[in-house]
């Protein structure tokens, strides 16, 4: 289908540019690419002229990209719209009263349109601010919808450490770890049962009679279903060895708790080694088949208990590099490690399956900061550089990093002489001894020194 014949309701495509085409791990874009924006609600969204965190960094992606190929490279915004910002354009006039009325799905499309689906699904590539999930409606997080829609399995958050950050462990300066959480199953697959409802009662009937399981008598119990799939772990593993390859790690832990849950968690990590030796012999070897020194050039696979994982990562994190995590794991374990290493604020993360991807802030909307200049924009500012790496633009994705990291080596400086206010956000400004939130500055002003930075 040409791109002018989308059929779009409320959007325009920009009358230059390409579509990217992903296939796979397969990435190809032209010096002209058209990549999606969605600003988000709360600090994502821009509001009476202050620009939200999406917009700040879409600002240090384009000169990013400008300042590494001098014109060669443009990207070409599409603007789509999710959230808030989606009900107010597509359905203005609609009551909150209304809108209770509406079937989930139907709720679904007012902070959701199909516009943006479409457009997500023909271009591949979007950059997302974060969205609320309206509460009282009876749909799920648009943000899981968007995950399952476009089956994104591959969550990834690359967590390092920024120098100059007063991180709160020691041992977060030698933190370079990237998280592969699997995006789609686990607990998170939406099989959950009321407690007291007909289906909850059902499937613990089921459970008892059938299966010989065992309840207490009388309780209410409320039930999920915890799925993991061989395919759905194979293939989040093998995009986790596929990156460590690619990009020179030396390890890919599998992060369980087998010993809990064998059939699940037990089940990822054997698998996890059976698709390592099925597929990557040559590059990769198993930790427990190593005799002696680990031989030079293979990348070793390992698997750890999720709970030890959480103590190893502040006590020995030199020994890590590739974290391969189920849903569950992996979410609590990213967040952990971007709090040791100076907060969400800095975290970045991308959603990926085998034809889109969609890059976004590991944070949320955080709406007591909406239009007040004042969230934190790295987190996003990294995921675009997380996107230009994914392109191939790794030239403009290293001058982001290397602008922010020049800014908070410039803050750690002032810090070091006690000078006001330092040119980042509060929630880093407060991290530094003698410093408080109040003594940070504009996220604005943060943007306009890394742009400095850059150039
Ligand atoms: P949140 O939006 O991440 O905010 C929690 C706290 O984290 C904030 O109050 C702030 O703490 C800090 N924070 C988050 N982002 C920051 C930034 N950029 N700069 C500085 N500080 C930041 O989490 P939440 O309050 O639980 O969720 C709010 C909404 O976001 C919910 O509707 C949730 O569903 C949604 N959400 C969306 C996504 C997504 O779109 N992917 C992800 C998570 C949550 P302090 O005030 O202590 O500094």
Excluded at 80 to 88: L, N, P, S, V
Excluded at 159 to 169: E, H, K, Q, S
Excluded at 411 to 434: H, S, V
């Amino acid at each position: 289908m040409a791109k002018n014949n989308l059929q779009l309701e409320k959007l325009t495509v920009p009358s230059s540019g390409d579509r990217i085409k992903i296939s796979g791990s397969k990435v190809k874009a032209s010096d002209n690419p058209i990549i999606v924006l969605i600003e988000g609600d709360g600090i994502g969204k821009t509001v009476n002229n202050i620009l939200g965190i999406t917009a700040l960094a879409r600002e240090v992606i384009d000169t990013a990209v400008e300042v590494a190929y001098a014109g060669e490279r443009t990207i070409h915004w599409l603007k789509a719209y999710a959230g808030d910002t989606a009900r107010k354009r597509y359905y203005p006039n609609l009551s909150d009263d209304e809108f209770k009325t509406m079937s989930a799905k139907d709720q679904r499309g007012v902070y959701l349109p199909s516009d943006t689906l479409k457009v997500v699904e023909y271009f591949s590539i979007g950059l997302k601010g974060p969205l609320t999930t309206p509460i009282g409606g009876g749909f799920k997080s648009i943000n899981v919808y968007l995950r399952q829609y476009f089956d994104l399995y591959a969550c990834v958050r690359p967590v390092r450490y920024f120098a100059g950050v007063p991180a709160l462990n020691k041992n977060a300066v030698h933190f370079d770890m990237v998280v592969f959480r699997e995006n789609l199953e686990d607990v998170y697959a939406g099989m959950e049962f009321e407690p007291g409802s007909d289906e909850a009662r059902k499937l613990q009937k089921f459970l008892e009679k059938e299966l010989g399981e065992t309840f207490h008598h009388g309780w209410n119990y409320g039930l999920g279903i915890k799925l993991m799939s061989e395919q759905g772990s194979k293939q989040l593993i093998r995009r986790a060895i596929e990156y460590a390859l690619d990009k020179g790690y030396k390890t890919v832990t599998l992060i369980h708790k087998g010993n809990i849950m064998k059939y699940t968690e037990g089940a990822f990590r054997k698998w996890g080694y059976e698709l390592a030796k099925k597929e990557f012999s040559d590059q990769v070897i198993a930790e427990h088949d190593i005799k002696g020194t680990p031989p030079q050039g293979k990348v070793i696979i390992n698997d750890r208990i999720a709970d030890s994982m959480f103590y190893q990562i502040q006590t020995r994190p030199r020994e890590y590099g590739v974290l391969a995590c189920p849903n569950l794991n992996g979410d609590y374990l990213s967040d952990a490690l971007a709090a040791l290493v100076g907060g969400l604020g800095l975290a970045p993360g991308a959603n990926i399956g085998d034809h889109c991807a969609l890059f976004e802030a590991t944070h949320g909307t955080a709406p007591k900061y909406t239009g007040k200049d004042v969230a934190n924009p790295a987190s996003i500012m990294l995921s675009g550089a997380l996107m230009l790496d994914y392109i191939g633009w790794n030239k403009a994705a290293e001058l982001i990093r290397s602008g922010i990291t020049a800014t908070i080596t410039q803050a750690a400086q002032m810090a070091q002489l006690g000078k006001k206010p330092l040119p980042l956000t509060y929630d880093l400004a407060r991290q530094y001894d003698g410093y408080t939130e109040s003594d940070g500055a504009k996220a604005s002003t943060f943007k306009d020194k890394v742009i400095q930075n850059m150039k």
